[in-house]
């Protein structure tokens, strides 16, 4: 898929309209909001949820919903400061949240223990052309390591 990458000048400044992305890094209204992954699995679906804030914080949720959309319950949280240059999406200043030795299939969010992750991490994202939706694109890894490849569309909600 190909995007076209709008440039212009204001102040002096190089803004890319398309993300609405200022080249600090800093988060607009383009990414800003609630993207959802809803994907069924058995009975149930299994939802990834990334919440972007104006503030460059983002919190993605990974919970459990029965068929009617009810939440069930949470498996992981992770939460994060982002920047976003062109498709470049950078979290970094990490925290993890989990289930204690999945133990369960899933748990009430207050229950979701500190977990070990990387301090920041890196991929690249590709919105849809009306720009409702975007994929992640992870970077390749080593032979023999389990990695996801892509994941999304996220929609977005809000």
């Known amino acids: 898929m190909i995007f076209i990458l709008l440039l212009g000048l204001s102040a002096c400044k190089k803004i890319d309209f398309v993300n609405n992305i200022n080249d600090a890094g800093?988060?607009?209204?383009?990414?800003?909001?609630?993207?959802?992954?809803?994907?069924?699995?058995?009975?149930?679906?299994?939802?990834?949820?990334?919440?972007?804030?104006?503030?460059?914080?983002?919190?993605?949720?990974?919970?459990?919903?029965?068929?009617?959309?009810?939440?069930?319950?949470?498996?992981?949280?992770?939460?994060?400061?982002?920047?976003?240059?062109?498709?470049?999406?950078?979290?970094?200043?990490?925290?993890?949240?989990?289930?204690?030795?999945?133990?369960?299939?899933?748990?009430?969010l207050k229950n979701l223990v500190p977990m070990p992750t990387s301090s920041q991490s890196t991929v690249n994202i590709q919105f849809s052309e009306d720009k409702s939706s975007f994929t992640l694109i992870y970077p390749s890894c080593p032979a023999n390591a389990n990695c996801i490849g892509s994941s999304g569309p996220y929609i977005k909600q809000q």
């Open 26 to 108: 800093n988060a607009g209204t383009g990414l800003t909001g609630i993207w959802n992954n809803d994907v069924k699995y058995g009975d149930n679906i299994n939802r990834s949820s990334y919440q972007f804030n104006t503030d460059s914080t983002v919190i993605l949720t990974q919970s459990v919903l029965n068929s009617i959309y009810n939440t069930l319950g949470y498996t992981y949280q992770l939460k994060a400061k982002y920047s976003l240059n062109g498709s470049s999406l950078r979290l970094y200043a990490l925290t993890a949240y989990g289930i204690q030795n999945n133990s369960a299939p899933y748990t009430a």
